[in-house]
């Protein structure tokens, strides 16, 4: 079966500190991809990025970074030095390769104060 | 480039009343999906478009939701007749190519009394 699992439901930290967003995935394929989208309080979910399974190198964009660990089945998401603006609902996903639907975890609600 | 738009941005009905939500995907991009996510549950998928044609509607609940995109441009999603338990958030993407990035809307937040 493919599952995305987001195990924390709620993270609330103060601003500046760095922040780790857990994502584990299930599935059977040998070929799929890994998503983070940004829910902001606006409701649009918002494409931060894309990984295929055969890529296993970390990303780093700016303040983000992903770590995906084929070993592990997960793809974790850090903000480094968060801000106020980072605070949203961030959802991880899964898409197979042989098919084109997204399967979502429940989202974790990132709460940055300042 | 305009993103992906959706209309209206809320609707509240009564259960048993008709509602139509549209769907305008970023211009040039042939593939549409559907996707909703009811209170307390994860996003699950609806269906996909390649231009005007169904190419999945494996998460179509039930008969009382019809999706259509006539000329593969713009796409609309009825409910008929709504249930309380339809109300959520309904959320339209496009990519490019069906292996493509999708890309979101703001959503349609629907609520049935």
């Known amino acids: 079966a493919q599952k995305v699992t987001q195990a924390q439901t709620e993270i609330s930290v103060v601003e500046k500190e760095d922040v780790t967003l857990d994502c584990v995935y299930e599935t059977r394929d040998t070929t799929y991809y890994l998503f983070w989208y940004k829910q902001p309080p606006s409701g649009e979910l918002v494409f931060l990025i894309r990984?295929?399974?055969?890529d296993e190198q970390n990303e780093i964009s700016g303040r983000y970074s992903w770590n995906f660990q084929k070993s592990t089945s997960s793809f974790n998401f850090t903000i480094t030095a968060s801000q106020v603006v980072d605070s949203a609902v961030y959802f991880c996903a899964l898409r197979w390769d042989s098919n084109y639907q997204l399967i979502w975890g429940a989202g974790t609600k990132l709460i940055i104060k300042p | 480039e305009a993103g992906v738009t959706q209309f209206p941005s809320h609707s509240v009905i009564e259960k048993g009343q008709t509602v139509t939500l549209r769907c305008d995907p970023i211009?040039?991009?042939?593939?549409l999906y559907w996707y909703r996510r009811v209170m307390g549950k994860e996003i699950k998928f609806l269906l996909h478009f390649v231009k005007e044609s169904k190419q999945d509607e494996s998460g179509m609940p039930n008969n009382r939701f019809l999706a259509e995109r006539t000329g593969g441009t713009y796409s609309t999603l009825k409910v008929q007749p709504a249930e309380l338990e339809d109300s959520g958030v309904y959320f339209c993407?496009?990519?490019?190519?069906?292996?493509?990035?999708?890309?979101f809307g703001p959503g349609t937040r629907l609520t049935v009394l």
């Open positions: 211009s040039g991009h042939d593939n």
């Open positions: 993407a496009s990519s490019q190519v069906e292996q493509g990035t999708q890309y």
């Open positions: 990984r295929n399974s055969f």
